[in-house]
């Protein structure tokens, strides 16, 4: 199997600078600040209903099922941000559940420290056997070993319809989703920020403001007490995007709660 999304691939790396170069230029040289919207749009549809609602909720833990082209739709969403396809996401993170804050967790501040949680560690080697049931699946599997052609497609076909949404549309929503995945690994472990609803094990905590900003993700004490619910915000006040979202596909009969 072609080996296109481990995390430290060069691909990544220089899609991620290119997005941070284009984002602070944009924020000295932008005249026009509603351009920001289409930023705003594309963040939205990588990483919310990407990797919140799909790479994470979905593929990881199969908290719950939808119709299967909203699925391969949103896992493309979630390629666009340059941060894995569905296959290599989902490995890191179940990973990640599996040794959470202790030696072999690719990001936790609590073995790495706050730099090492944002940059981590993607050297373990890739076991196709923990993702199985993505990889057997023929899309996500294309999408997996096509990933950066699907990546630089998506890309010049966004510019021939003009520069403006490549750069705001796409560019920039890539460097917030590389902000958000790599400070989750950080805020979300970190005994400086947040509380602890759930007395388990590992350093998860529910980050309130952070929720916001991710969608939900910030409530990460309540979700790796619960990681098979989709429902990581779990009381009324606890503002979870990604769970109202999942709760409008199930409400509509294009989603199915598990169980």
Known sequence: MKQYLIPTNGFFVIMQLIALIVTVASLIYTTDYSLFWYSFIGYFLITCLGITVTNHRLLTHRSYKVFKPIEYLFAYFANMGCTGSGVGWSFVHRVHHQYTDVPGDPHSPVTLGPVGAFIGDYT?????????????DPIHRFMHEYYIVIVL????ILYMISP?????????PIFLNTMASRMSNWVDHCSKFG??????KDHSHNVWWWAILTFGEGWHNNHHADPGSFKIGKKWYQFDVGRYVIQL???TRLAKAKG
């Open 249 to 251: 596909l199930i409400l």
């Open 124 to 136: 373990a080697n890739f076991n196709k056997w923990l993702v199985k049931d993505i990889i057997n």
């Open 195 to 200: 509380t602890r609803d759930y007395n388990i």
């Open 164 to 172: 403006i949404v490549l750069l705001y549309g796409l560019l920039i």
């Open 153 to 156: 497609g998506t890309m010049m």
